[in-house]
């Protein structure tokens, strides 16, 4: 008897033993090199999910942000994506057409899917399944140096509705430019140079002059719509701003407005924490301008699992874990985003009601554009970008919105509308 319970008692030991040392779930997860708080946050985000449970190890990937698109069409084509994936909002409906992610619906309860801002969702949405969440959504509006304004007598807005018209806009521009301080009066980032951000940034000057980058009632063509009347006065304006003077088309670099050398800088939430140190009570929020209509930017990168995923119901644990609240504002203190869900902003400082950047959450709410959700999207942002940067440099509005039109035509065509499978 006492041998049996020897025994047994050696069995129990090397049973425990095997569940101890059990091999964990591993899930890789890509994300891009963004700014360091970000990149801090999420690293550890992942030390403390791998630490707080025994049954899933995530694997984190860092990749370049500039090639990170490139890296994963190439890691699709080769059957190499990993279970989860960072990418930007605008490319998901890409992405999803081509069958690499999966639909995350199975997962979200209709009070979570509620707690999300619409923009967060509607990003993620595509062909009526979300395939991405976000922790944070973007804001765009014009940032404000208060004493430059206040010197010409210029009405700072509170809200959304409190926008500048844009007689009103001009003529503040016009007061500014004459400020013995002041060049260039308004900063709009062309230091960052063609890519997204020409699209993110200046599309919405388009929408809010009535144009937009495609017809959007079926996504099928850009005639008419980005080489329409309206989006020729948009063109004009822009181009304008360059050649007046109110805008330098070759800043030296990022500094124009932390310098005093601009009143405003027409930019995003990422800026804040730069700018509120080198500003301080002097940085002012003011909402998009009223054109013949209001229109701003909106999304931001986000989460999905790719249908290359053996255990997407492991991958979804970790997302739901980053997807918590508290988990949101640890990012969002960090970058200066807008939190993804409504309970999340609820408890930010700067995000809730009366908060200094709550002007973005109104936005988000009333005025924002999403970038076209279509498959399209990869030659539509482009061919926008190319046409703005010439547009920015002088050539000729027409020719270069026409081409821009006849690209994205084209890509539609060539793809026979890029239909769902």
């Known amino acids: ?110 009070e979570l899917k509620k707690d999300f801002l619409p923009s967060i969702i509607s990003q993620g949405l595509y062909s009526g399944s979300i395939y991405a969440l976000g922790t944070f959504d973007s804001g765009l509006a014009i940032w ?33 430019k004459e400020l013995p301080e002041i060049k260039y009066p308004l900063d709009m980032k062309i230091n960052y140079g063609v890519g997204e951000w020409y699209t993110y ?24 719509i980005l080489n329409g009347p309206e989006a020729l006065a948009a063109a004009a304006w822009f ?43 002097k940085l002012v929020l003011i909402p998009m301008p009223k054109f013949f209509k209001q229109a701003t930017g909106m999304g931001s990168w986000a989460w999905s699992i790719t249908t290359n995923s053996k255990h997407p119901e492991a991958a979804w644990k970790f997302l739901e874990f980053i997807l918590r ?19 999340a902003i609820a408890l930010s400082p700067l995000y809730g009601e009366g908060g200094p950047l709550n002007i973005f959450v109104q936005q988000l709410e009333t005025i924002a554009v999403p970038r076209p959700v279509t498959p399209a999207y990869p030659t539509i942002t482009a061919a926008f970008a190319k046409a703005i940067d010439n547009i920015i440099n002088g050539s000729d509005i027409r020719e270069e919105l026409n081409r821009a039109t006849k690209e994205i035509n084209e890509d539609i065509e060539y793809n026979e509308g890029y239909p769902v499978y």
């Open 325 to 343: 609240p508290e988990e949101i504002l640890k990012m969002t203190n960090a970058n200066g985003a807008v939190p993804s869900r409504k309970s």
């Open 144 to 176: 404000g140096n208060r004493e430059y304004l206040e010197k010409i007598d210029a009405r700072i807005p509170k809200s959304v509705d409190d926008a500048w018209t844009f007689e009103e806009f001009m003529d503040i521009l016009r007061k500014l």
């Open 1 to 110: 008897m006492k041998k049996f319970t020897i025994l047994l008692v050696i069995v129990l030991m090397l049973a425990l033993s095997i569940t101890a040392f059990a091999k964990r779930v591993q899930i890789k997860l890509w994300f891009h090199s963004g700014r360091g708080s970000e990149r801090a946050v999420i690293e550890d985000q992942v030390k403390r999910f791998n630490a707080m449970q025994d049954e899933i190890e995530i694997i984190a990937i860092q990749l370049p942000e500039g090639s990170y698109n490139d890296q994963v069409n190439a890691a699709a084509l080769a059957n190499g994506l990993p279970d989860i994936l960072d990418l930007d909002g605008p490319y998901v409906s890409n992405y999803a057409w081509a069958g690499y992610l999966y639909p995350l619906d199975e997962f979200i309860s209709p």
């Open 239 to 281: 181009q304008a701003l360059f050649a007046q003077g109110f805008v330098n088309s070759n800043p030296p670099g990022d500094n124009e407005f932390i310098e005093g050398k601009a009143a405003l800088s027409w930019v995003g939430h990422w800026v804040y924490n730069q700018y509120k140190t080198a500003l301080g009570d």
């Open 201 to 224: 940034g200046f599309s919405p000057i388009f929408q809010a002059f009535g144009a937009d980058l495609i017809d959007r009632s079926d996504y099928m063509s850009a005639d008419g």
